[in-house]
């Protein structure tokens, strides 16, 4: 059995896509657990609407735990199987092949050495920064989970939602520990890749929604902090496999990455002094920095002298 676990709250407006695309799936048997977080909408309508299906299983949170100690409650209190995706309840998969093709993926290189599968890769871009990797077909290579570890910050994708994982393996790694932190799910997943083997595949197989409730998009700079925080525990746990330099290396490179992301969100949907002054505090000129934030950068010192025109 492979199972989904979608964390929800607040979610009416778009649980009802998430839940449809797990039910397109070729694979059988799945199950799609459903967490509600204390909604005050109609989340819990819009789920019991699809529950004559008994693949679908919905739980009522008592008191609500926020969304990372949802994730956590699913893959720990709710889960039961061997395989899992973590589906927020404003994405939705768009391949009906995804679970079937990423099983069967997955068993074709060995189940018990896969860490995870995951999808929504520029494969040409891995090709081109990994230095060692298999390839498996046109669109999918096979990596050591320690390669793409050390390499993510030229990578610089992970979406949760197109990742199929070991959830045996994840268990004992403390999985969505990081509570509170945007990017709880990165921490997670890149410390089971140091456990084992990847396949990273160019299909696309899941959406990413934006829309104005986004997490992502509520990061400050309190929060950046606490990102930053633990992406030091990561590299503590990755000190089990990697020699220090790497990690070293790897934590100056995550961190500078992190704080490029802050000032692109911030850029481009908290235009304002506040976020001009903490770019003007932390610019660094490296490749980390792509154009776009740049670009940003220069659109909105224009709003806020010219107008957005």
């Known amino acids: 059995m492979v199972e989904i676990g979608i964390p929800a709250y607040n979610s009416a407006l778009y649980v009802g896509d998430a839940i449809r695309g797990c039910l397109m799936q070729q694979y059988d048997p799945i199950r799609v657990i459903v967490a509600d977080d204390c909604s005050s909408d109609n989340t819990v309508d819009a789920v019991q609407h699809f529950q004559p299906d008994k693949r679908i299983q919905l739980s009522r949170n008592e008191k609500n735990i926020g969304r990372v100690g949802n994730y956590r409650h699913i893959l720990y209190d709710l889960a039961q199987s061997d395989w899992y995706i973590n589906l927020d309840a404003d994405d939705y ?53 320690k390669e793409y570890f050390i390499h993510f910050p030229q990578i610089q994708k992970n979406t949760h939602c197109a990742t199929l994982y070991n959830r045996t393996k994840a268990l004992p790694l403390n999985f969505y520990s990081a509570d509170g932190c945007l990017y709880a799910d990165f921490h997670s997943l890149s410390r089971l890749a140091l456990t084992g083997k990847v396949i990273l595949s160019s299909k696309k197989v899941a959406a990413w929604r934006q829309h104005p409730g986004n997490a992502s998009k509520t990061l400050d700079e ?18 089990n496999y990697l020699p220090a330099p790497e990690i070293s290396k790897w934590l100056s490179k995550m961190k500078e990455y992190y704080r490029v992301n802050f000032i692109y969100q911030h850029s481009t949907y908290a235009p304002g002094w506040v976020t001009i002054r903490y770019i003007m505090r932390n610019w660094r000129f490296n490749w980390l920095y792509p154009r776009y934030v740049f670009k940003n950068f220069l659109l909105m010192i224009r709003r806020l002298f010219i107008g957005k025109k």
């Open 93 to 145: 998969f768009v391949d009906p092949h995804f679970i079937k093709h990423g099983m069967e993926m997955i068993k074709a290189n060995g189940d018990n050495e896969i860490a995870f599968y995951q999808g929504n890769h520029n494969i040409e871009k891995l090709r081109k920064t990994l230095p060692q990797f298999t390839d498996l077909n046109d669109e999918e290579i096979l990596v050591e989970g």
């Open 222 to 239: 309190s929060k950046l902090q606490k990102e930053l925080a633990a992406l030091e525990d990561v590299a503590l746990f990755a000190a």
